[in-house]
């Protein structure tokens, strides 16, 4: 009983991290249509930024800080100078540049800041918590970890639905052309689309580096697991990525603790091809496509 205690609990916390990734690409697809694979190489260069102020004096929460101003500013610089030339086109092309963009930032991650393993510090404790004479396996930065995934999707709930502002982001993906029509500045609002992304993303990669060690690459298998929990609970839907990575964490904690820890890419495969074939537009999806 105590180890599914302690399975299912890590599965809850590793979730919440890959929500948070979820969330990041369900805001740049709900405000460009667009699924932006370099995300990872994003919030991986905002996090050895603010690992370089940590190694330089500064404090956790300062590094934070700027970390995420980083991201914002990263984000608008990508969607202005390399996404926007292409987003005129076919939707592929966009898809393409990112992924190009995934592979320059990883190699300039490590020109600038080096391929070894460095540790990434935390702000709270991770020793579990004591019930008794028993150790659970939550911690104060698990608690950390689930109260910013949670304070995020509810800022981007409130911005999709009772502001301006986020129903212009929507209006602008959509149709940039009627948006237009209505005085929605379009290439504004795509550009701040990209720039709170990263910023989410930039959350994202703050959160996992916590208490661990991280290198140009450490967010690949991340990708891959919040690309799977936002196709489940909806690419539309901010509350269904946060569904979507508590169900893969579960999943995956429940394969790596009772089967093999070797299956859980291959879990992580066969739970996307369930989902594309059982229910394309994830759990929560917001309309159904008529059929003639």
């Known amino acids: ?19 948070a990734f979820a969330l990041a690409l369900v805001l740049i697809w709900r405000s460009t249509r667009i ?30 800080a700027v970390a995420l101003v980083s991201g914002f500013v990263l984000g608008a610089i990508v969607e202005r100078v390399i996404i926007r030339p292409v987003e005129g086109g076919p939707e592929l092309n966009a898809v393409i540049v990112a992924l190009g963009l ?30 008794g004479d028993t150790t ?40 940039q052309e009627v948006s237009r029509l209505l005085g929605v500045r379009v290439g504004r609002m795509l550009t701040l689309g990209w720039a709170l992304a990263a910023v989410v993303g930039s959350l994202a990669g703050l959160l996992i580096a916590g208490g661990e060690f991280v290198y140009p690459a ?8 919040g690309f799977v929990a936002a196709v489940l609970g909806g690419l539309d839907s901010p509350v269904g990525a946060i569904v979507g990575g508590l ?13 093999d820890s070797a299956l859980v890419n291959v879990a992580a495969l066969v739970i996307l091809m369930i989902v594309l074939l059982v229910r394309p537009g994830g759990l929560f999806a917001s309309s159904v496509a008529r059929r003639a």
């Open 247 to 259: 169900l893969l964490g579960l999943a995956l904690s429940y394969v790596s603790g009772y089967i």
């Open 1 to 19: 009983m105590q180890q599914f205690i302690n399975i299912t609990l890590s599965g809850l916390v590793e979730g919440m991290i890959y929500a």
């Open 35 to 64: 699924v932006n694979f370099a995300q990872g190489s994003m919030a991986a260069a905002t996090t050895f930024v603010a690992l370089a102020l940590i190694d330089a004096g500064q404090s956790y929460w300062i590094a934070f």
């Open 102 to 131: 995934f592979v320059a930032l990883q190699a300039l991650i490590a020109v600038i800041f080096g391929s070894s393993f460095q540790s990434f510090p935390t702000p709270f404790g991770v020793r579990g918590f004591e019930v």
């Open 218 to 225: 450490y967010m690949d298998s991340l990708i891959v697991f």
């Open 136 to 175: 659970i396996a939550i911690t104060p930065t698990s608690l950390y970890i689930i109260g910013s995934v949670l304070i995020v999707m509810a800022l981007l709930v409130a911005l999709f639905r009772f502001t301006r502002i986020g129903l212009a982001m929507r209006a602008s993906a959509f149709s």
